[in-house]
């Protein structure tokens, strides 16, 4: 038996008082006047009372009271060729949402040995393939691949993919396998396919064995969708969102179909405006441009002049980025906004939605410009910064039309919000290892990062034996070894040594300096210093030994941001209303949520990424269904929060 029930985490939810499946706010009160206690206590038990019932909970009702050869029958040709995986499945009913259905199926195939997971890999057909030419393939299978356009390969695609597909098999030993229906569920383009087969032929067998279970969730994820008659509209809604406002880049990119918006560049404004015209046209009160470029959005409260929920992300990039770091945390609110604006419906509190102008530091040396603004930490000495054209910051601001003088006018007064809440994709393997869509962040590391210098004595490469050397890029080496083990040892921790050089280097000349940068974090200040303090008597110990001197100069020092606990598990509670368990885990990236923990209390919601989860990449994806959760996700959490203020 390749599964046995109960050998891998619950799939239970944990909150006894989880709302039902498909519920959202009432209508609410009057938006003028005070709200009485009693009026409140009604309106929260309304929410209760007003289920919709889709297609999709109709059939999941139905699937967890069937007699187990029905509920098999309903789950037939869900994963190619192998019911064994839904049978196991069947044992952890009832299921509160599709979603837990899908992760408990996801999960069966986790527990499985390696011989079924390759069993399971091996039932499905290659692309293109000869089961595809003699038309044997599954309807489920000919209906994808024929989405995907396979059937109308040209003679030359044909032949690339027969090729690929030879060389991928004598590889790995099973066939190529991927969701060809794609992130969106529209299909990918013939030209996608074949990059993906060529660039997935090169990694490691172990982690392609895992792409290919993966793209197996993702496609037994879209045909439960299509049995049970589920659309994931909100969550389609943000990926379009996302793909409009990808249009603008910069030149140098645009031309080669690559990302990339820094502060204030052209790109830049044209995705604020866009910002700005987009929450207009979905329901907020109040939308304006500030004065660093922040695009901020304000849906009243019930009551005039209660405090408010901020939230948000940045819209700037990385140069030749991805799509959806920092903009997931924009479009997310934007969609829980249209939605309480299409209904009629005010929450106890004001929402703020926030699209920060600048968080990456591409342009300029300073980073989280936007929300520093907020947090009264905008340093008045950046405005003489320059960038590779020499154009101050100052002058771009200018230039843009942006009133330097009002800027210390943002900073928020704590006393007006209730805290801070930020939606964003993973950045990390993660969420993509463990066949979860959501994970809520309980720390952001805090970092130190230092620029160092090993400094020996260059020496001819022939003839300076290997015992007389002073060789500073070996020292460099041992120290990049070293920080592995470090990291390792506290198991949260990461060190990474990003920069390595050898000035004026010679191959046939034993370096006498070597350059590198070290960038050393943690989930707490505490585990950050003690990793910091044994990096740097490390350095020591090997400059000693190997009779070198060194330089070492700190370059920046950020703390931890923990998760404020309550908003924690406003994130847990909300997750666990979704049918999903809870996965804890720290932010290793730094995020606008860190500078907001200035002031206010904070907590994340992390989104899976595809492609192990990949981020700064042109590959930085996610799906569409991730991000319909995530707008549930920060749904129930508004929800549940206009109970507590409520009742």
């Not at 993660?430 to 210098?453: D, F, M, Q, T, W």
């Not at 004026?504 to 003690?530: E, I, K, M, T, Y």
């Amino acid at each position: 038996m390749p599964y046995t029930p109960g050998a891998c985490r619950t799939l239970g939810v944990e909150s006894e008082n989880a709302p039902q499946r498909g519920q959202f706010l009432p209508d609410s009160p009057p938006h003028s006047g005070a709200m009485g206690q009693e009026d409140g206590k009604k309106w929260a038990a309304a929410a209760h009372s007003q289920p919709t019932t889709p297609k999709s909970d109709r059939l999941l009702d139905q699937l967890n009271a069937a007699p187990e050869p029905e509920a098999l029958q309903m789950l037939a040709g869900i994963y190619e060729h192998s019911p064994w995986i839904a049978a196991a499945a069947l044992h952890q009913r009832p299921f509160e949402s599709l979603a837990q259905l899908k992760y408990a199926m996801a999960e069966v195939v986790t527990c499985a040995d390696t011989d079924a997971q390759l069993a399971l890999i091996r039932a499905h057909p290659e692309l293109a393939g000869k089961a595809a030419i003699a038309q044997s393939l599954t309807a489920e299978s000919a209906q994808e691949q024929n989405q995907a356009g396979l059937t109308a390969c040209t003679p030359q695609e044909f032949a690339r993919l027969h090729e690929l597909n030879t060389a991928y098999n004598a590889r790995f030993g099973f066939p190529f396998i991927l969701a060809v229906r794609g992130p969106r569920g529209t299909g990918l383009q013939r030209a996608q396919i074949i990059d993906t087969l060529a660039r997935r032929l090169h990694q490691h067998p172990d982690a392609e064995r895992a792409e290919a279970l993966r793209n197996i969730h993702r496609i037994a994820e879209l045909r439960l969708n299509d049995k049970f008659g589920f659309t994931p509209a909100l969550g389609n809604m943000v990926w379009d969102w996302h793909e409009q406002l990808a249009r603008h880049s910069e030149p140098g990119f645009a031309e080669h179909g690559q990302l990339c918006v820094t502060y204030l560049s052209d790109a830049h404004r044209a995705c604020a405006a866009e910002l700005h015209a987009l929450m207009q046209t979905s329901g907020f009160d109040a939308v304006h441009i500030d004065a660093v470029g922040n695009v901020v959005g304000r849906y009243h409260g019930a009551t005039p002049g209660a405090r408010a929920l901020l939230t948000g992300s940045h819209y700037d990039t990385v140069r030749n980025a991805g799509k959806y770091d920092g903009r997931l945390g924009i479009f997310v609110p934007i969609a829980c906004v249209r939605e309480l604006a299409r209904t009629g419906r005010r929450l106890p509190f004001a929402l703020e939605v926030v699209a920060f102008a600048e968080e990456e530091g591409q342009r300029f040396a300073a980073t989280f410009l936007g929300s520093s603004a907020l947090v009264g930490d905008f340093d008045p000495a950046w405005l003489d910064q320059r960038d590779a054209a020499g154009i101050t910051l100052r002058a771009a601001m200018q230039r843009a039309d942006l009133r330097i003088e009002d800027i210390p006018s943002l900073r928020r007064d704590p006393a007006q919000y209730l805290g801070f809440v930020e939606v964003h994709i993973e950045q990390g393997p993660v969420l993509c290892e463990l066949n979860l869509p959501l994970g809520v962040v309980s720390a952001i590391n805090g970092s130190v990062r230092y620029l160092g210098e090993f400094i020996g004595e260059a020496s001819h490469a022939g003839t300076t034996p290997m015992n007389r050397r002073r060789d500073a890029a070996c020292a460099a080496a041992e120290l990049a070894l070293y920080l592995e083990q470090r990291a390792a040892q506290d198991g949260d921790s990461v060190a990474t040594m990003g920069q390595l050089g050898v000035p004026q280097g010679s191959v046939n000349v034993v370096p006498g300096r070597c350059s590198f940068s070290l960038d050393l974090r943690a989930p707490s200040d505490a585990q950050r210093d003690r990793m910091a303090a044994d990096v740097l008597a490390q350095v020591e110990r090997i400059a000693t030994r190997r009779g070198l001197q060194y330089a070492l100069q700190e370059t920046l020092r950020a703390a931890a941001a923990p998760s404020a606990p309550a908003w924690q598990r406003r994130w847990e509670a909300a997750v666990q209303a979704l049918g999903l368990p809870v996965q804890r885990l720290p932010s290793g990236a730094g995020h606008d949520a860190m500078k907001l923990h200035q002031i206010l209390p904070q907590a994340m919601l992390f989104v899976r990424g595809e492609n192990g989860g990949i981020s700064h990449n042109p590959l930085e994806s996610t799906t569409s269904d991730d991000m319909e959760l995530a707008v549930r996700a920060l749904q129930k959490l508004l929800e549940n929060l206009a109970r507590e203020i409520l009742v």
